[in-house]
């Protein structure tokens, strides 16, 4: 079965500061994804960004790019020129690509705060 | 519709009650999602169904949940006789089944949170 840790349970930022989020992950698939999601006190899931294992370039979304070392099993995720509306609950997820469990493997989240 | 909807928003009810918590997924996705989130935890796998197949039913913690997906679009997850320890937000999510990153990317909706008193 697939796991995935995120080991920071709280991280802080000054704003317009750049912060890092990490991410590992537990697999023996060759293909996957894996994504991060914000969670806002809204409760809502929003997609921040994703990746295909297969592809070796990091995935960037404006402000948001990815660390992707696949033989590490790790991706991390980096908020540059952070915002005051980044403040939030991030959660790293894993999704096999094959005809196994096709759900959604979460971590345990990880607190950021950012600080005026 | 535009995203994953989700009813009700909150709801309370008493100790032993059966609840019904409904959701609606994106317009033309053939998988569909129940998770649960305690508060401060995690996000808790509870159900999968795609499309005609059987549904993945490993995540729903006891017999008191049942799930049911009618004419393959609306779900309604089902808890009978509530318990305290069922509080919680429950999210529901779908997504489309077409290969690459799209078809596996899962879109939320905003959750109903269940309050047990």
């Known amino acids: 079965a697939q796991t995935v840790t995120q080991s920071q349970p709280e991280m802080s930022v000054q704003e317009a500061e750049t912060v890092t989020l990490s991410c590992t992950y537990d697999?023996?698939?060759?293909?996957?994804?894996l994504f991060w999601y914000k969670q806002p006190p809204s409760r809502q899931m929003i997609l921040v960004i994703r990746?295909?294992?297969?592809?070796?370039q990091n995935a960037t979304e404006n402000r948001f790019s990815v660390n992707f070392q696949k033989a590490a099993k790790s991706f991390s995720l980096k908020i540059s020129d952070s915002q005051l509306g980044d403040a939030a609950m991030y959660f790293c997820a894993y999704r096999s690509a094959g005809t196994g469990r096709r759900a959604l493997t979460f971590g345990s989240g990880t607190r950021l705060q950012v600080q005026p | 519709g535009a995203g994953v909807s989700q009813s009700p928003s909150n709801k309370v009810t008493e100790k032993g009650k059966d609840v019904e918590l409904r959701c609606d997924p994106i317009?033309?996705?053939?998988?569909l999602y129940w998770y649960r989130q305690s508060l401060g935890q995690g996000l808790e796998f509870l159900i999968y169904?795609?499309?005609?197949?059987?549904?993945?039913k490993s995540g729903l913690p006891s017999d008191r949940f049942s799930a049911e997906r009618t004419g393959g679009s609306v779900s309604t997850l089902t808890i009978q006789r509530t318990q305290q320890e069922d509080s919680a937000v429950y999210l529901c999510a779908s997504s489309s089944y077409h290969t690459g990153i799209s078809g596996n990317t899962i879109y939320f909706g905003e959750g109903s949170w269940l309050t047990v008193v």
């Open positions: 990746q295909e294992a297969y592809k070796q």
């Open positions: 697999t023996s698939e060759s293909d996957y994804y």
């Open positions: 317009s033309g996705h053939t998988a």
């Open positions: 169904f795609q499309g005609n197949s059987a549904p993945d």
